[in-house]
């Protein structure tokens, strides 16, 4: 079955460091994938995502890269902020049909210190 | 209310209490999600319906009911739980799924549950 495996946390880096979150997945047919991002005591918000091979999703100053022959989409911020501490979740999704599924990453702590 | 909205925040109820989780969205979506997020865990997908049609049960045990009696309303129905039940229970919609495209899933801030 599809499987998203990112880099274990937390990971803890000071202000303006750059940053890079792996993520590796397996899955039938082509997925489109995506990162989330969860701030203390919110649900999940979509940061990016990309629906084919070698599209960049970018937002906030996040970006990933679809790499198909790899099979990863690891995150990367070139100068974090405090605020961007918060758990960020790697996901894919097969789409298709009326049962429709994304399947998660474990989730990945991301503190910030000034 | 904007977004997706879900009450109570935080719950607390016995093994043998009877309790329901609510949710509501305001963004015209036609699909709604459970999710259940543990800790150490993934997030697991539980429930899915598709113009108030359920459309994906992912072997949830039946002690958890869900309703669905319009696309704007979500329940979570909750009897004889175990303390393993205990997590954030997250409520999501979106537009129909299916087709091509992907259509985003919206989050709710979810409902802490701890059974005791």
């Known amino acids: 079955g599809d499987s998203v495996t990112q880099m274990e946390g937390p990971v803890t880096l000071s202000e303006e460091a750059f940053l890079t979150i792996n993520c590796t997945y397996t899955a039938t047919g082509y997925p489109s994938l995506f990162w989330y991002v969860q701030y203390p005591g919110e649900g999940l918000q979509l940061l990016l995502k990309?629906?084919?091979?070698?599209d960049k999703g970018s937002n906030k100053g996040f970006e990933a890269t679809y790499r198909k022959e790899t099979t990863s989409f690891h995150l990367e911020k070139g100068s974090v902020q405090v605020s961007d501490s918060a758990v960020y979740f790697c996901?894919?999704?097969?789409?298709?049909?009326?049962?429709?599924?994304?399947?998660f990453g474990k989730g990945t702590l991301l503190t910030v210190n000034p | 209310e904007t977004g997706v909205t879900q009450t109570p925040r935080h719950l607390v109820m016995g093994m043998t209490n009877k309790k329901s989780l609510k949710c509501e969205q305001h963004l015209g979506h036609n699909a709604m999600y459970w999710y259940k997020q543990s800790a150490k865990k993934p997030l697991e997908l539980m429930f899915v319906y598709n113009f108030k049609e359920q459309t994906e049960n992912n072997s949830v045990p039946s002690r958890f009911s869900p309703e669905c009696p319009n696309s704007s309303h979500l329940f979570l129905h909750l009897h004889t739980l175990q303390p393993e039940d205990s997590a954030l229970y997250l409520c999501a919609s979106s537009q129909r799924p299916g087709g091509q495209f992907y259509n985003e899933q919206f989050f709710g801030p979810g409902t802490r549950l701890t059974v005791l």
């Open positions: 996901a894919l999704s097969t789409g298709g049909g009326s049962n429709y599924k994304l399947t």
């Open positions: 990309a629906t084919k091979a070698d």
